[in-house]
């Protein structure tokens, strides 16, 4: 049974810091691409960042977190990140890591991905 744990989110000022993380279980981590993707009230859920399959290691990201997020995985842990730092309120939404087998091109494609966690909430305040 394939799992994925999010944990990490939190409220936090504008301008602050929060890693969000997820642990995965129950399938070859290493085989799969990984992303982050978001959703807000009311809102499409929207791709955040990517990053592909060991040893590679390319990574993709959303324009409006570009230069602020930074996406990683450590495949001995099975676990993927997300590093936020500069944070705005308009970051503010459920972030979700999910684990998809495609290929890279189909990396921000909500419908792409095979494997999906719960979510953690990030909040910012202004």
């Known amino acids: 049974q394939v799992q994925l744990v999010e944990s990490g989110g939190g409220l936090v000022q504008a301008g602050g810091s929060l890693r969000v993380s997820c642990a995965a279980s129950?399938?070859?981590?290493?085989?799969?691409?990984a992303g982050w993707f978001r959703q807000a009230p009311g809102k499409e859920r929207e791709f955040v960042s990517a990053?592909?399959?060991?040893?590679?290691?390319?990574?993709d990201y959303t324009d409006s977190v570009k230069g602020r997020f930074t996406i990683s995985r450590d495949n001995a842990k099975n676990a993927v990140y997300l590093q936020m730092t500069s944070l705005k309120p308009e970051d503010t939404a459920g972030y979700y890591c999910?684990?998809?087998?495609?290929?890279?091109?189909?990396?921000?494609?909500?419908?792409?991905?095979?494997?999906w966690g719960q979510g953690t909430q990030v909040t910012v305040s202004s």
């Open positions: 990053i592909t399959t060991w040893p590679d290691g390319y990574t």
């Open positions: 999910a684990l998809r087998s495609s290929g890279w091109s189909r990396r921000q494609s909500v419908r792409d991905y095979d494997y």
């Open positions: 129950g399938l070859t981590f290493s085989n799969y691409g």
